[in-house]
């Protein structure tokens, strides 16, 4: 198993969660989160005053996927998410060493 995090802009959300629907991947987890890396943030002007806004807005989805269908995933997070702008985000993926579905004790892949 595989857990893929994804960081992305927050407009591409739900592009991403569509994709991820069309190929039958349902469960993940989002969470609203800030950050930033070579964009670096932008200046925004506020009753006069400039402010370096530097932490940006970012939508962060999180699923664990069987590790013979990850990279099916990745094509449809990087595809549906990229603008091929600076900001598009980032991608992770790790190993996963056990799944427990809490209600019925099942496990590995039949948990997800």
């Known amino acids: 198993m595989k857990k893929i995090e994804a960081?992305?802009?927050?407009?591409?959300?739900?592009?991403?969660?569509?994709?991820?629907?069309?190929?039958?991947?349902?469960?993940m987890t989002i969470t609203?989160?800030?950050g930033h890396g070579r964009q670096k943030g932008h200046k925004e002007v506020y009753r006069g005053q400039e402010y370096n806004v530097d932490l940006l807005p970012k939508m962060k989805l999180e699923m664990v996927v069987p590790a013979s269908r990850y990279e099916e995933v990745l094509r449809a997070v990087t595809t549906a998410a990229?603008?091929?702008?600076?900001?598009?985000?980032?991608?992770?993926?790790?190993?996963?060493?056990?799944?427990?579905?809490?209600?019925?004790?099942?496990?590995?892949?039949?948990?997800?």
Request: no cysteine; aromatic share 6%; proline share 2%.
């Open 7 to 27: 960081i992305i802009q927050p407009f591409k959300l739900d592009d991403v969660k569509e994709a991820l629907k069309s190929i039958g991947i349902d469960g």
């Open 82 to 112: 990229r603008t091929g702008k600076i900001g598009d985000g980032k991608v992770f993926v790790y190993d996963v060493a056990e799944a427990i579905r809490i209600r019925n004790d099942d496990r590995g892949e039949a948990a997800l």
């Open 32 to 34: 609203e989160v800030r």
